[in-house]
């Protein structure tokens, strides 16, 4: 195990609103860089104030979580969309996160290249990266009747664009970046009985061989890399679009294989709600393996009881020993650039709280 991070973080903070305005405007790309720039410096300085073991820019240069590859390469079609459809209390509409291979995918840059450089130069401590699932794109970008033109198939275009993320971890563990993490909702697909239905009939791909591919693309961008001296991290959740969510079920159906199989150092684990389930699955986490427990929610500002945290670590605990544990929110506080439904002042809040938690349990 590299490092501990035990007040870990998910990666997306709340962008402000002088940025989002330049953002809709349309505004030339040196003035966004400038303010990309300052805002980011302003959110890692209140990131060492809080003590967060771990820094993050926020993903302010983003239009959300995943667009670090869509902005990398030709071939998405952005007035294009798959629907998509989102359940919880948020009020505001869902943002569109992506939109439809049309062509053969081509590189064109680097997916993280501008990020690393500003952070290597001004984060207080170390920094995680994080990197959209090559997984994530053919379950929301392929589109029949178009995407089939250039892909035969949602596996096909998958095995595309694994060498794409593949030479991004590569070069951020050349590099020697302290943490990479890949976003993978996609595997919440296979804990959710609509959404196995889905795999099965829109995709046409029997849930459980689609579920080893995810894991068998995954391994094919990690490979060889653990024990190179950056932590290497999937997440995994049940979606976060201004607060709102798409699936739920406990991690019971995927819990062996995906454990035992996927090459990483560390799992972050949505485990906000009674959406997630329980805490049994975690007994197949191997003894090289860390679970960071996603206990505190960035969907909405209600801020939780430390107590209640304390406990949930302590059940979590009966399943992973505590000195393989640590805590963190359960997603990013902006997935989309757009924001869930809290304040910065609420999300501040709750990364203090995971914090002072975390110095509570671990010291």
């Keep these: 195990m590299t490092t501990a991070y035990r007040a870990d973080q998910v990666g997306s903070l709340l962008r402000p609103e002088e940025l989002l305005e330049a953002r809709y405007r349309g505004a030339p790309q040196e003035e966004l860089r400038s303010l990309e720039d300052r805002h980011i410096l302003r959110l ?12 993050t820019d926020g993903e302010l240069r983003r239009r959300n979580f995943m667009s670090d590859l869509m902005d990398s390469v030709e071939g998405f079609d952005f007035g294009e969309a798959l629907p998509r459809s989102w359940k919880g209390e948020g009020k505001a509409p869902p943002a569109s996160v992506t939109g439809v291979v ?79 993490q890949i976003d993978a ?31 068998r693309a995954d ?13 290497l991290a999937i997440h995994l959740c049940r979606g976060n679009n201004r607060s709102q969510w798409y699936a739920e079920g406990g991690y019971d159906p995927i819990a062996e294989k995906l454990f035992h199989q996927l090459q990483v150092d560390r799992f972050l684990l949505e485990y906000d709600d009674e959406r997630s389930g329980t805490f049994e699955p975690l007994r197949f986490v191997p003894p090289d393996k860390t679970v960071v427990l996603g206990l505190v929610s960035t969907k909405r500002p209600e801020v939780e009881s430390q107590e209640t945290l304390l406990r949930r670590i302590e059940e979590a605990s009966r399943y992973v020993p505590l000195d393989r544990l640590a805590l963190s929110p359960q997603c990013g506080f902006a997935s989309v650039m757009e924001g869930n439904l809290l304040s910065e002042d609420d999300q501040w809040a709750k990364l203090r709280l995971v914090v002072e938690t975390a110095r509570r349990v671990w010291g």
């Design 44 to 55: 890692l300085d209140r990131q060492r104030e809080l003590g967060v073991d771990v820094f």
């Design 219 to 231: 391994n094919a961008c990690l490979e060889g890399l653990r024990g190179r001296g950056t932590v």
């Design 185 to 215: 909702p996609r595997y919440s697909y296979y804990i959710d009985p609509r959404w196995r239905q889905y795999v099965r009939e829109e995709m046409g791909v029997e849930p459980e061989a689609a579920l080893d591919e995810a894991i």
């Design 102 to 180: 049309v062509s053969r995918l081509r590189q064109v840059r680097r997916l993280t290249e501008h990020e690393v450089s500003f952070l290597r130069a001004h984060s207080p401590g170390p920094f995680k990266i994080t990197l959209p699932s090559a997984n994530q794109f053919p379950a929301i970008a392929f589109k029949k009747g178009l995407t089939d033109r250039v892909y035969r198939d949602h596996s096909e275009l998958l095995w595309d664009i694994v060498p794409i993320v593949r030479r991004e971890v590569e070069a951020l563990v050349a590099e020697g970046v302290p943490y990479v």
